[in-house]
């Protein structure tokens, strides 16, 4: 079975034979370990696509993760003390209200760059591959956040501004046009992400949640579900209280924050509904437990999310570059190891 066909059947909670595998590398992680990281994600080929082919170079990175003051095509200025890592806004284009008439959204791709995609997507196709592609912004909450500020974003939700629901519909259109361009590569799935939860609790009341977001969601989920596509959705913090309604309109593949989270809690909640794609605890086990507990963790999470949720499980872990080589090739060994299932 190839796999593309082995994430599908993840998705869909059909027992695959095994659980796929997805690299998940920050930038920083492969500046720091270099050549020694690729090769070792050489030797646990993912379902996904190929491992990076190189060491990215600090000046070619994206704004928001280029070490220093870098200002990004939306307007908003980025600080970071790591090259690699994502940074901190610190100035935000729609900071002030007045300025809301006379902004402008970046372009969207070409047509060149939606027939590159559409002949990187064959490509990965023919080898195989479950394809999964992003979008501009790729986010909505966090977009949100980053053209206006946090704060602000947070007074004008209370306050019910209305010049937020403009810039919300704006965004919200601009999102819809992105999407389609992407969906014309015919991918498998399309990424969101949007980090929710604190460690403990949602950033906003449910309610306003329900209220405010999720119809905008649904109307992009079901855009990328007309066209055959899955819905990949990364949020993290603790976001318990959100996960019925991700899944209600139309989420399929979940990629929560696993170290906020009881995991009992959390496997109880997606059983029978979601996929999840997973998240090795990266404020402990990773960066600092021992390879045994690495790969104890790891097995764990196989029996709670894979063998209790009849396969619904993509092996993923972050590797930060806190993250140290022997607890990146554990966690890799106990994917394979515990991850071929013995359904009865």
């Known amino acids: 079975m190839r796999s593309r066909e082995i994430v599908i059947k993840a998705i869909e909670l059909e027992r695959p034979p095994r659980s796929p595998i997805m690299h998940a590398p920050l930038p ?15 030797k646990y080929p993912s379902d996904f696509g190929p491992p990076p082919s190189r060491v990215p170079n600090p000046e070619e990175l ?14 908003t200025l980025w600080h970071s003390s790591v090259d690699g890592i994502l940074g901190q806004p610190v100035d935000w284009p729609l900071k002030d209200w007045s300025k809301l008439e006379e902004y402008r959204f970046p372009p969207h791709i070409s047509l060149k760059e939606v027939e590159k995609l559409k002949r990187r997507v064959e490509e990965l196709h023919d080898k195989g591959y479950f394809v999964i592609l992003g979008f501009k912004p790729g986010s909505f909450f966090e977009k949100l956040q980053h053209l206006r500020g946090f704060s602000n974003l947070l007074r004008d939700l209370v306050i019910k501004d209305p010049r937020l629901t403009r810039l919300a519909d704006m965004l919200l259109e601009y999102c819809i046009e992105s999407i389609s361009k992407v969906l014309e590569a015919k ?5 969101f992400a949007d980090d929710w939860g604190t460690q403990s609790r949602l950033m906003i009341r ?13 109307e992009m989920f079901k855009l990328v579900h007309d066209h055959g596509c899955y819905v990949y959705f990364h949020s993290d913090g603790y976001i318990i209280p959100i996960i019925h309604d991700l899944a209600d309109i139309g989420v399929d593949v979940l990629n ?14 997606v059983r029978g509904k979601l996929c999840v794609s997973s998240d090795i605890d990266r404020q402990y086990v990773l960066p ?14 196989i029996e ?3 063998y209790e949720n009849d396969g619904g499980l ?12 022997k607890n990146v090739k554990a966690m890799y060994d106990a994917f394979v190891k515990y991850g071929v299932y013995k359904w009865s």
């Open 28 to 42: 920083a992680a492969l500046i720091k370990y270099g050549e020694q990281l690729i090769r070792l994600l050489q």
């Open 62 to 75: 994206h704004p928001s993760y280029r070490r220093g003051l870098n200002r990004d095509e939306w307007g």
């Open 187 to 191: 991918p498998d799935a399309i990424s």
């Open 206 to 218: 449910p309610n306003l949640w329900r209220e405010f977001f999720m119809p905008r969601y649904k």
């Open 256 to 269: 929560p924050q696993f170290s906020c989270h009881n995991l009992e809690e959390l496997a109880d909640v």
């Open 288 to 301: 600092r437990g021992t390879v045994s507990e690495v790969k104890d963790y790891v097995k764990r999470v």
């Open 304 to 306: 709670l999310f894979g």
């Open 314 to 325: 993509i092996c993923r872990g972050e590797i930060n570059y806190d993250v140290p080589l």
